[in-house]
């Protein structure tokens, strides 16, 4: 019966007390059981509570006797069997991982700086006792995987459902499912004997199986069913807990990116000048770019003699339209030379991670973003080529950056400065932003921006392309294409034609090994985020036809030149979007905090091995591998010390023809060949007797043919000076 406010009560009115109903004790599902979020039958009903006592004006109120709890089911049931054998096999797993990592840490493997496990990995190459004990190890490691099983199965079992226990088990096993990475990680980092496809793919396989470790136990740390996920929670809310309500000028996360800038142009300063001083930089290209600089400073744009020895000033547009460098040339003016060049692309790389963070944090936890734009700075194929003396593509990779985050926060002005100079860094830097406007396009975003970047970026590209440079000259790099024009036909609009016309004679120029593990390559440290999202795909698409759609150049489709920087911005705020896709999803912070451990997880492993923080086995840097970063020693010293002396000796409007490596350290003079190109016309050459084909033979046939007479030989360093002879 229900009273109306206001209207009399009965004398022997009835007062309930509050109580809830008894919920039921149904097992969860297994899929439910899997992400963490089931309740633990006997465990998570809601207490029942006493029966609804009823108060008369006649009868004291007396409340009864607390039900004794009923005892839990002792049913398993088919479907906590399989829970219970899934959890136990992964126990196992997980314990033979932990035992096998411990037994590469130690004992034999552990002798001579891993000398063991390195054979054993690349050659299979172990002495019978060892092999034995390694195998007794393991199976000794899947015993106590077991054992740990049925002791979390048995536990508390007087107060705990069976199918309870046996969901226990599998969710412990999936909170240290990471503890697996570790061993197998290991020896792909001594694997330096085997082939690029087959080390790619390994570290590309363990990438995806990382994702999975890390979502299964981010998924029990958000669930909290598990005691020490409960504390690992508490540990992970703690930084923003203490935080809460405190004012902050800036951010830890912001700070800490900073710092990682900071870092990165610091310690790719100095490794690239390092390279320098040890003579492992070239003419082409630091010592050209150098030049052009310098012309550039004395009023003579894109003119360099060291590439083309007869064209004057704008001569060089007809290999690139690099018109960025006008803004570029007071930081440079402040002390011209190549170790400024270096120094100028270390920090222009290292200043992307900024604009890279700001777009990541609009739509993630700012730790997410963080971590994004530390993996930027850490992304091996980058560093690969940054150690490839200088060109402009790391120019252009932080202004991408930062018109992608000032069009996302509809910052026109910044916009338009950042696209214009974006653009200006090379003649095919437009193609990201054609692609990048059709992208919007289709999404529905931004759209009258999108159709004025996509026609803007489109007519500057054919304008500079097909009227501009080819005013200037011809080059030769229409070669990258040979087998993609059709006969007799030697132009971009022949590709075009072939990809049309033959698209399966297309495909069968992309696949090969090389272009196979450069896709690795770019994609493993993102943990192939870009590919999982619609039409994200479309990222890839601004490097395609620099790299995976060329036919005739190596470098094209090799991480350690400057043409795998297209690439990077364009992956990158990909990953982002697919992480913000990720965390408004269904179970979302399992996944996001899944897919940023697989990128960390990755990136520490592709920048160990391919990477130069520090150098790994395989890090190089252009043509030439880079083991290490050693101190200059005393010949290479020396060696510095004879050039700068014997350059001194030489009038500053004196032309110079130098031999390759020695040419970048006295390049910034206005009339400086390559002496393997030619010495015509100089009046002074410098090289080194042990350049060997890269000048010393040209040198000694100038000699010999009496064109010049000598100045000055340094035998320590084995510098030459010659001088052309007086008529």
Sequence with gaps: MCYERGAPQPSHAVRMSQSSEPEGTEAPSPAAVEEGLAAEPGTDAVDAGPEPVVETALEPVMAPEPPAPSPPSTYLGRRGVALLTRGTLMLAVIFVCVVAFVVQMTGTFHAHDSANLRDFVNRNQLAPRARTQLLLWLVAG???????????????????????????????????????????????????????????????????????????????????????????????????????????????????????????????????????????????????????????????????????????????????????????????????????????????????????????????????????????????????????????????????????????????????????????????VPIGFIVLGVYLLLVGKRTRMALAMTVLAACYFVLIKVVVMPRFGSWWFNEFYKELYPAGENTYGGIVKTLLSNPVYVFRTLVNTEKMVLVLLVLTPLAFLPLRRGLLWMSLLPAVPFTILTTQYWPTVQISFQYILFFVPFLFTAS??????????????????????????????????????????????????????????????????????????????????????????????????????????????????????????????????????????RPVSGMVLLRKKKP
């Design 142 to 428: 899947a015993l106590a995987g077991a054992v740990a099983a049925l002791a979390l199965y048995l536990r508390r079992r007087d107060r705990r459902a069976p199918f309870a226990r046996a969901a226990g088990v599998l969710r412990t096993a999936r909170l240290l499912s990471p503890l697996a990475l570790p061993a197998l990680a290991r020896p792909l980092l001594l694997a330096t004997e085997w082939e690029a496809l087959a080390r790619a793919s390994a570290v590309a396989a363990l990438t995806l199986l990382a994702q999975r470790c890390f979502q299964a136990a981010a998924s029990e740390v958000a669930a909290g069913r598990v005691s020490f996920a409960r504390l690992l929670g508490r540990l992970f809310r703690w930084p923003s807990s203490t935080a809460t309500g405190r004012r902050r000028t800036v951010f830890v996360e912001t700070a800490v990116v900073l710092l990682g800038v900071a870092f990165y142009a610091v310690w790719m300063s100095y490794g690239t000048i390092l390279q320098h001083r040890e003579f492992q930089t070239f003419a082409y290209d630091l010592g050209n770019y150098d030049n052009m600089f310098y012309n550039l400073m004395h009023g003579r744009p894109f003119r360099t003699l060291s590439v083309l020895p007869t064209g004057g000033t704008w001569s060089m547009l007809s290999n690139h339209a690099e018109l960025t460098m006008f803004v570029l040339v007071p930081f440079y003016a402040l002390r011209p030379g190549s170790e400024t060049l270096l120094i100028m692309q270390a920090t222009s790389l290292a200043l992307g991670a900024i604009p890279l963070y700001r777009f990541a944090a609009r739509r993630l936890p700012r730790p997410a973003a963080m971590l994004l734009a530390l993996a930027y700075l850490a992304y091996a194929p980058m560093h690969e080529a940054n150690f490839y003396d200088i060109h402009f593509q790391p120019f252009a990779v932080p202004l991408v950056l930062l018109a992608l985050d000032a069009l996302d926060a509809e910052r026109p002005i910044v916009f338009g400065i950042s696209f214009v100079l974006a653009m200006g860094c090379r003649e095919d």
């Design 576 to 713: 982002a979007l697919v992480l913000a896709h990720l965390r408004s999803s269904p179970r979302g912070v399992p996944r996001l905090w899944g897919a940023l451990g697989a990128i960390a997880f990755a990136t520490f492993l592709t920048t160990r091995v391919w990477g130069a923080m520090p150098p790994g086995d395989k890090f190089k840097g252009g043509f030439r591998d880079i083991p290490s970063f050693r101190p200059v020693n005393a010949v290479e010293k020396q060696k510095g010390r004879d050039i700068a002396e014997l350059i001194a000796k030489i009038p500053k409007n004196a032309s110079i023809s130098v031999s390759e490596v020695e040419h970048p350290h006295v390049s910034n003079r206005m009339d400086v060949m390559t002496l393997r190109v030619s010495y015509t016309g100089a009046d002074y050459i410098l090289y080194a007797e042990d350049s060997g084909g890269f000048g010393a033979d040209i040198a000694r046939k100038a000699l010999a043919a009496g064109e010049y007479e000598l100045v000055e030989r």
